[in-house]
């Protein structure tokens, strides 16, 4: 089975914060994937990776940027944390483009106060 | 672009009964379609996926979908539904050129009462 690791599934930070999400795939897919879930809204693509180093803007990129050194790993980063990015994050990755189906990691929480 | 509505937010539903989800879609070009389960505190799990072919797709816990082209509809249903099954349910479709780009529908919570 394919396991999307994402390291810290609650989180409460402050106003201003400099935030990390990680989130770690062991099947050595191409593609991963960084979206936000709100309720009402359902989920919406943050940034996506289809290489190491390699990345491209989602839906809504404002106040987001990722990384992604290796290819297991794929990084968020808020760089000052705000309240109105109070949300669930949900890393994903996709082994190839041909394959279709995207694994899902459980989820974090993340509170900014 | 394409993008996907779901017309309810929330169904509850008792226990055995039969029940249906729906999904609606719009795209200019050729697509894939989705649904995924989302169980509380967890991720999303994938239930069944359409790609081509027939046109009713089985998934995993005894649902299924059917694609509609004319209707641009894929509602998922279930003949028998246990409390097991009370979770959130999202639509989902991509362009058949960008299969890897997935867009969501805004979520149905299905309500399973004893």
């Known amino acids: 089975d394919v396991k999307v690791t994402q390291s810290s599934r609650y989180l409460v930070k402050r106003t201003g914060e400099k935030v990390f999400l990680e989130c770690v795939q062991d099947?050595?897919?191409?593609?991963m994937f960084w979206y936000r879930q709100d309720p009402g809204l359902g989920l919406r693509l943050i940034y996506f990776?289809?290489?190491?180093?390699?990345?491209e803007k989602g839906d809504i990129p404002e106040g987001y940027s990722v990384s992604r050194e290796k290819k297991e790993r794929f990084s968020l980063i808020l760089e000052s944390a705000s309240t109105n990015q109070t949300s669930m994050y949900l890393c994903a990755s996709l082994r190839d483009r041909a394959r279709n189906t995207i694994y899902f990691g459980e989820g974090s929480w993340l509170t900014v106060v | 672009a394409q993008s996907v509505t779901q017309l309810d937010s929330q169904v509850p539903v008792f226990e055995e009964a039969p029940v249906e989800l729906r999904c609606n879609y719009s795209?200019?070009?050729?697509?894939?379609l989705f649904w995924y389960v989302q169980y509380p505190n967890q991720g999303l799990q994938l239930l069944l996926k359409y790609l081509s072919g027939s046109t009713l797709v089985k998934g995993i816990n005894g649902f299924e979908a059917e694609f509609n082209k004319s209707q641009t509809s894929f509602h998922l249903r279930k003949p028998s539904v246990h409390i097991s099954d009370t979770a959130e349910y999202f639509c989902a479709v991509s362009g058949a050129d960008s299969s890897y780009k997935l867009i969501f529908g805004s979520g149905t919570r299905l309500l399973v009462r004893p």
């Open positions: 099947m050595d897919h191409e593609n």
């Open positions: 990776s289809y290489d190491v180093k390699m990345k």
């Open positions: 795209s200019s070009v050729s697509v894939y």
